[in-house]
């Protein structure tokens, strides 16, 4: 019987080639393309070949946003870290295994529903007159601190938001880990939080470092957190492009700064690719 022939690799990947082509590739052309344009006064894009966008952006007023949003960003995903260390470690190690999956499903259930609506739930906690206000008045705690339009309620939403996306990760790597190394060290004198840093968490590497990319990276991005949440007392990156194409209608800058964001967003995907699965090897 003749031995049945396999397309080769290349065919195999046209499709997915195609569709990264289609839907990514151009895409980013496009919007290379048009950053080295300029605006007419009608708000029209005009072709050219200047960057003339891109030092714009990098003067003192607008750099300011992106300084802003790596700050913002950055403390979410620190937050993100130690609260999704600790739950995962309590999930994996201190929950039963048959209601591991009951608490999982409480953590992702948040997730069934709309972003914009888990935004509006925190504005209607956090308002003057909201829930947290009554709790606070019902502690007879007289003139209670006004969480909303501050940069607490903005912190406060996006951890609450991109939390579980660290969590997720992290678990998925303690669940793997073989407890019985745990129970050696301890056995040959160990304390719980020499263990915690020297076997758990170099061996959980790989979940740590998905884990504050999947964060990080869409939490320099965000806009409708701090737009809400926070009022829109504060201009971030997010927001600077949001209003570049839909308030101000200058498509070339609003481009430029998206290209930029993107090439930040590559360079620390970049990172986590070159040295995050190679430590996570070596451990």
Known sequence: ???????????????TGLWMLVFLLTPLL???????????PLGRVVLGFNFVNYTRFFSMPYFWTLGRSMILAGATTLTCLFLGTSFAIWLAFKVP????QFFMTLLVA?????????????????????ILTSIFETLHWHNPPVLLYTPYAVLLGMVYNYLPYMILPIYAAMEKLDVRLLEAAADLGSTP?????????????????????????????DYVTPDLLGGAKTMFVGNLIQNQFLVVRDWPYGCAVSTILIL????????????????AAAA
């Open 1 to 15: 019987m003749p031995r049945r022939k396999f397309p080769s690799a290349a065919l195999l990947l046209l499709p």
């Open 30 to 40: 496009i919007l290379f393309v048009y950053s080295l344009g300029s605006r007419d």
């Open 97 to 100: 295994k048959k209601r591991q």
């Open 110 to 130: 948040p997730l069934w529903t709309s972003f914009l609506l888990r935004i509006y739930a925190w504005m209607t906690i956090l308002r003057p007159a909201g």
């Open 193 to 221: 939080l020499r263990s915690l840093f020297k076997i758990t968490i170099p061996l959980s590497s790989r979940g740590l470092v998905a884990g504050c990319v999947m964060v990080f990276v869409p939490a320099l991005g």
């Open 264 to 279: 930040i967003v590559s360079v620390f995907v970049w990172i986590y690719l070159k040295f995050g699965e190679t430590e």
